[in-house]
């Protein structure tokens, strides 16, 4: 069973487009027909896809000619979002910020609105996950955190049951041979603290939702589910280094309700490509460890699609979903 990541060899034929980091022409934003465009998140403030919206916010005005909000809709692990911006208009008013979460709530229960309702419309990044703990913590190494998991104790934390963090954490205690409690949360601001007071061995989450704790030297990396090195963290180990084949990276981009129309996904399609080559805003998300991987909207829907279909064939494998 190949692993449950956002591979990129899934649609290696061409599908996935890297965007040159050469400086953008920006002029004039673009008209648009809405005037105040929301952004929303299944994440709580702080956590992953919240810092990636706000963020992308400082600079999507400067190709599109809106003002754009973003607002946290938890609840339901992604649930609770999906259904807002499933019942929104078509007319470019409101987005919903996509990560495997969406499809992972889809196919784990059976939530009123589901990946289906919605349609991708443009991806932006790719973003590593990373496994952390407490600085001042008893544990140095991630085989440290696996030590004290085969002495029949440990708690691991993630952001929410439904998450990819959350595969990624059981496929690790297989891979590891260990039973060990994982923990899921409404966010990575929740997990983080509770690795902080020291309830959790570790978490499972991405540097947006901790660089200031490691930055205050508050929190350790362990090691990365990316598949080499971060040129940000060269010191810090990829899990397979350390002998277990398990990866983790997710896709960010956005979605709208059905029936979007193929002006309004143009408008958004060119602005995603400038605003990836946009020096500025380079600057800022390799600082994120953020890797651009655009996919237009004819490439988005058929991506997510396999995406779902890849997840959905491991979660049967493994016997999670019937």
């Known amino acids: 069973m190949r692993s449950l990541v956002f591979a990129l060899g899934l649609l290696a034929s061409g599908s996935i487009s890297a965007v040159s980091a050469s400086p953008a022409q920006t002029g004039v934003p673009v008209p648009y027909p809405q005037k105040l465009v929301t952004l929303v998140t299944h994440s709580s403030p702080g956590s992953g896809s919240d810092v990636f919206l706000r963020e992308l916010t400082k600079y999507l005005h400067k190709y599109i000619n809106a003002t754009f909000i973003v607002e946290n809709d938890e609840g339901g692990s992604g649930a609770k979002a999906v259904s807002r911006v499933a019942a929104g208009k078509p007319d470019g008013s409101i987005f919903y ?3 495997p979460t969406y499809i992972l709530t889809s196919l784990l229960s059976k939530p009123a609105n589901t990946y289906r309702d919605l349609d991708p419309v443009v991806n932006f990044f790719t973003d590593a996950g990373f496994a952390y703990t407490r600085a001042d913590g008893p544990y140095k190494t991630l085989k440290d955190v696996i030590d004290h998991a085969k002495a029949g104790r440990g708690r691991w934390g993630v952001s929410n049951p439904a998450s990819l963090e959350r595969e990624t954490a059981e496929r690790l205690k297989r891979a590891a041979k260990v039973n060990v409690a994982i923990v899921s949360h409404e966010g990575g601001s929740e997990m983080m603290i509770n690795v902080l007071n020291s309830t959790l061995d570790m978490g499972l ?3 947006e939702e901790i ?6 030297k508050k929190l350790r990396l362990l090691a990365t589910f990316n598949d080499v090195r971060m040129d940000s963290y060269p010191d810090v180990p990829t899990v397979k280094e350390l002998g277990y084949n398990v990866e983790l990276v997710k896709f960010r981009g956005l979605a709208a309700p059905k029936g979007l129309p193929p002006s309004i996904i143009k408008i958004w399609d060119d602005a995603a490509r ?11 998300y390799d600082a994120e460890n953020l890797v651009p991987y655009f996919l237009a909207h004819d490439q ?4 997510t699609a396999q ?5 959905s064939s491991f979660l049967k494998a493994t016997g999670v979903i019937p």
């Open 205 to 207: 989450g991405e540097i």
């Open 307 to 311: 995406f779902a279909s890849d997840t």
């Open 211 to 216: 660089r200031a704790q490691l930055e205050g």
């Open 97 to 99: 910020a996509t990560t």
């Open 300 to 303: 988005y829907g058929p991506f």
């Open 274 to 284: 400038k605003i990836l080559a946009d020096p500025e805003y380079k600057k800022l």
